[in-house]
């Protein structure tokens, strides 16, 4: 018989552990999931793990992509990972990345063909407003009248994506275009142009954002009373009401951060490496930092790890399929698979697993 | 625009065959809510059930197959959150989520080849005698066999919750599982048996979109589906008659909506498109705002019999 029983205090070393042996598992799954695809597992794993950092021949153009794409992940999961925290359940991340994306845009590109240095500030500023208003609707309507936040949050989701479909070729959509769907290039104009800090890094402003929100949110959580509130609202609910903690204010807090950081994710998406509004230019970041955020025990440190190895994944995943014909779908999976092993292993946490002979309780 | 070319008979009738997985997949969620266990899976179980069984209904060229297999695709889902949130005790809401992440991923892997076909779909199953009454009988007689499938299922989920011993257990384990283990009765195991019910019933669902509706295989095909399905058991108060109101009326938007669209309705497409999901938030808010009652009280929490 195997018994689960419950540890006095959560095991420090397993809290470290279990995220490494979350990768290794799902490496091992997801070389079975490869083979049974037909590629060799191994070649598949160091291409998806190795060669995007390491190859003569792909690592010039992979290592920027790596800040390029942990850029968003990392902001938008400090931001979720708040809420989690606090037992708040936002999972429409992806839905004030787009009106994030889809503000900020719209304010560059309502200047244009002026040129300012104003402008982006004004568009950063817009796209933090734009996601921070769209979390707060769930806010607000689960303070007001109880609603399952969960489920708001989600279905926004598809809201914004049909505004998003509906701007790419309305309101939005380049006039100049030929008729085709999608706006101007932000990142051809100088004032709206999100660019590289430093040549050559993939360093660019939104990836220096979410250097700044892992650091504000490490002094928050430890440092300050407001993260100490988020936690014990997560932890001990009605304690938090005894020692005087707002809860409503917890929900917007957390909320509106999380929209505020997504918001600014898509609006610095949409001016850099993405380019244009366009119908689809929103890749999913919203929903995989959830498992970043979790990946990084909604610690900002280990978020910042979680974001730079999820983005590898999805650059390992593209040249894997260009190279070895992997399905994109595949890394979906893995990356699926790897929150789910996660989530797994945890139990080790504050459990410890016992053989007992016999019959037990 | 042109009203008159909506056929109300025609419009209770596609109603019905719109609202089927959403039913479904509500019905399998109230149960599983029921045990106290809160699946948010439900997209990703109702995706998976859509592929798989779209896969052996062309394979085979038997929907009833396909039906079957989707069934168990999405009950053999579940199971993986069954064992992870039952034996593993990891927090419900990430796991039902990440099921999701994995049922969309594993979903578009194995429906690569299988875009731009059309699939064999059910044969309509005249009723004998109802479906010759006028206007009624084509409304409600004539149908395929999972929407009269879908009803069944409602009345006897009512009917095993109301009246049997099982259903009290079952409502028992949901409302205070320390005090059901106390009993004797197997907590886990119930609710492992509850979960692989929800995740058949997904899978259903899902296999009803791509096989009937459609009959065709997109990626991301359920478009939220599932999350709809979970709005609706709040909805229905965990009540299962409710649920089968609640799905009807939400395929009655969407029918509605569909048959605007094509009557050249002076509504902006957007409006239209995004109104399922605005009518879903505004009927969660509505149901919210009287207070939660019915749902069960040990929903989402977490069950270790050593405590």
Redesign the interface.
């Known amino acids: 018989m195997i018994r689960l029983e419950k540890r006095a205090q959560p095991s420090q070393f397993w809290t470290f552990a279990t995220p490494f042996l979350a990768v290794v598992l799902t490496m091992i799954v997801g070389g079975i999931m490869f083979a049974a695809l037909g590629s060799d597992p191994f070649e598949a794993i160091r291409t998806i793990f190795w060669d995007p950092l390491f190859s003569e021949q792909f690592a010039a153009y992979s290592r920027p992509q790596l800040l390029v794409k942990a850029g968003p992940l990392i902001l938008i999961a400090i931001g979720l990972s708040m809420g989690f925290k606090a037992g708040i359940w936002n999972i429409g991340a992806e839905g004030q990345y787009i009106i994030g994306a889809i503000c900020g845009a719209g304010m560059g590109l309502a200047f244009y063909p002026i040129e300012s240095v104003l402008i982006f500030p004004l568009m950063i500023l817009a796209g933090a407003l734009g996601g921070w208003a769209w979390a707060i609707i769930p806010a607000v309507l689960k303070t007001r009248f109880g609603t399952n936040e969960i489920l708001v949050s989600l279905m926004l989701v598809y809201v914004a994506e049909a505004l998003l479909a509906s701007v790419a070729s309305g309101l939005l959509k380049n006039p100049d275009g030929m008729g085709f769907p999608g706006s101007r290039n932000l990142a051809q104009i100088p004032s709206t142009a999100n660019l590289e800090i430093i040549q050559g890094t993939g360093m660019h402003y939104g990836v220096l954002t979410a250097f700044i929100a892992v650091v504000f949110a490490y002094v928050l959580l430890s440092r300050h009373m407001l993260g100490f509130q988020i936690r014990l609202t997560g932890e001990a609910p009605r304690a938090a009401r005894f020692a005087g903690v707002n809860p409503t204010r917890i929900v917007f807090l957390c909320l509106g951060l999380a929209g505020t950081l997504a918001g600014m994710a898509g609006m610095y998406e949409v001016s850099g490496p993405a380019g244009q509004i366009t119908i689809d230019f929103n890749s999913g970041y919203g929903f995989t930092a959830i498992i970043v955020a979790f990946l990084g025990r909604l610690h900002p440190i280990g978020i910042l790890f979680a974001g730079l190895l999820m983005a590898l994944t999805y650059i390992g995943g593209e040249l894997a399929s260009l190279m070895l014909g992997i399905p994109s779908a595949a890394i979906q999976l893995f990356q699926g698979m790897l929150l789910f092993f996660l989530l797994a292993t945890d139990v080790f946490i504050s459990f410890r697993i016992r053989l007992t002979s016999g019959e037990a309780a | 625009m042109d009203l008159s070319s909506i056929n109300p008979a025609l419009l209770i009738a596609s109603l019905m065959v719109s609202a089927t997985p959403i039913l479904l997949a509500a019905l399998g969620e109230l149960v599983v809510e029921k045990t106290g266990v809160l699946n948010?899976g439900v997209e990703g179980m109702m995706i998976t059930g859509a592929i798989c069984g779209f896969a052996i209904g062309v394979n085979t060229g038997s929907p009833v197959l396909g039906f079957m297999f989707a069934a168990m695709s999405g009950a053999l889902l579940s199971l993986?959150f069954g064992?992870?949130t039952q034996y593993?005790?990891?927090?419900q809401?990430?796991?039902g989520?990440?099921?999701t992440?994995?049922?969309?991923?594993?979903s578009?892997?194995i429906g690569?080849p299988y875009e731009g076909i059309k699939s064999p779909t059910l044969q309509k199953m005249e009723l004998p005698i109802l479906s010759d009454i006028p206007i009624v009988g084509p409304m409600l007689f004539s149908h395929d066999p999972m929407v009269y499938f879908s009803v069944a299922l409602v009345a006897a989920t009512w009917a095993v919750l109301k009246y049997t011993r099982a259903g009290l257990i079952l409502r028992a384990v949901g409302e205070s599982h320390d005090a059901a283990h106390a009993l004797g009765y197997k907590v886990v195991r119930i609710r492992i048996l509850a979960i692989l019910f929800g995740g058949a019933c997904a899978g259903l669902a899902g296999a009803y979109i791509s096989l009937v509706r459609v009959p065709q295989w997109t990626e991301g095909m359920t478009?939220?589906a599932g999350?709809i399905a979970?709005?609706i058991v709040?909805f229905a108060s965990w009540k299962p008659w409710r649920v089968l109101i609640g799905a009807y009326l939400f395929g009655g938007v969407t029918v509605l909506q569909l048959n605007l669209q094509a009557a050249g309705a002076k509504v902006?497409i957007?409006v239209l498109?995004?109104s399922p999901?605005?009518i879903?938030?505004a009927v969660?808010?509505i149901i919210?705002?009287r207070?939660?009652h019915g749902a069960p009280a040990a929903l989402g929490k977490i069950f270790?019999?050593?405590?």
């Open positions: 948010l993986a064992i992870l593993l005790l990891s927090n809401v990430a796991t989520l990440g099921l992440l994995v049922g969309l991923g594993l578009s892997l690569k478009a939220g999350w979970l709005a709040v902006p957007e498109s995004m999901y605005l879903t938030i969660l808010v919210s705002a207070g939660n270790h019999a050593s405590q």
